[in-house]
């Protein structure tokens, strides 16, 4: 159970003392504290790290240092050959702590390769959605592409959505088909209060971020910073959005100074939901 010092779980009962209102049998108001949210998306690049070596607990110390309730995966193995048939996404879950849900999108040496989710919080329902993608041929190599969301159970008995994805490297008619397909998917009317993460392969200015930001806004105050390739980055192709028109507040954004434990920094963000 977290604390109020974290303001992470409470509802908080205000009894008007002296005005007679319990005694009158009127029932009090229930009012929740606003809740934060600190969020990673990662692409793990598989986990191997940019000296060579495959090492998914180092990862996981990147991860519990962020002290994430949510955070979305990218280009996890399970049970590939390349990373010594590790089921990586299940090995951080136990080395954080964390709940974890498997998004593969294929297979690929023996095993599966895609997206991942982990939380602290409850997991209520769990989907996996394909995205579209250009078919790959000898000539031009692609990847299927898709997205996991998570519905989780916050503090205070409400809900919310998240969503761990990753766009197409090299095609970028794949990428804007993907961001509407991302859009169509989790950005209705109806939908929950929802976060969005993940390695969209494009940076601030380009289409497929332009058209995600007809539903979303990026959790970030400079979407500009990069975060690709670690070691010195120049490109910003990896981010955390929210819903516009949710209940969201980013309180704080930055990418995570960390060069080696893969080919991606992390992107953290820490958003309230009133």
Not at 189 to 196: D, G, K, P, R, V
Request: hydrophobic share 40%; proline share 7%; glycine share 8%.
């Amino acid at each position: 159970m977290r604390t109020l010092g974290h303001r992470a779980s409470a509802v908080l009962w205000i009894l008007c003392a002296g005005s007679g209102w319990l005694s009158a049998g009127h029932a009090a108001e229930p009012m929740q504290l606003p809740l934060q949210l600190r969020v990673l998306c990662y692409n793990i690049h598989y986990g191997q790290g940019t000296d060579g070596k495959y090492d998914v607990a180092r990862l996981a110390r990147v991860i519990q240092a962020t002290r994430p309730d949510l955070v979305a995966l990218q280009e996890v193995d399970v049970g590939v050959k390349r990373s010594g048939r590790v089921h990586e996404a299940q090995r951080l879950g136990e080395l954080t702590g964390l709940a974890v849900r498997f998004g593969p999108t294929q297979h690929y040496e023996g095993g599966l390769f895609g997206n991942a989710v982990l939380t602290r919080f409850p997991i209520e329902n769990v989907v996996i959605h394909p995205l579209p993608y250009t078919e790959s041929t000898a000539e031009l190599v692609t990847y299927p592409r898709g997205a996991i969301a998570v519905d989780v159970k916050l503090p205070g008995g409400r809900s919310a959505r998240f969503i761990s994805t990753h766009f197409q490297h090299n095609v970028p008619e794949d990428r804007l088909a993907e961001a509407k397909a991302i859009n169509q998917l989790f950005a209705g009317e109806q939908a929950l209060s929802t976060i969005l993460a993940g390695d969209m392969n494009a940076t601030p200015d380009s289409a497929p971020i332009a058209e995600l930001l007809t539903k979303w806004t990026i959790a970030s105050d400079q979407p500009e910073t990069p975060t690709a390739p670690s070691g010195k980055p120049r490109s910003r192709i990896d981010y955390v959005l929210y819903r516009t028109g949710a209940p969201f507040k980013l309180l704080e954004s930055r990418v995570v100074d960390e060069s080696v434990a893969s080919d991606h920094r992390p992107v953290l963000a820490v958003i309230e939901l009133e």
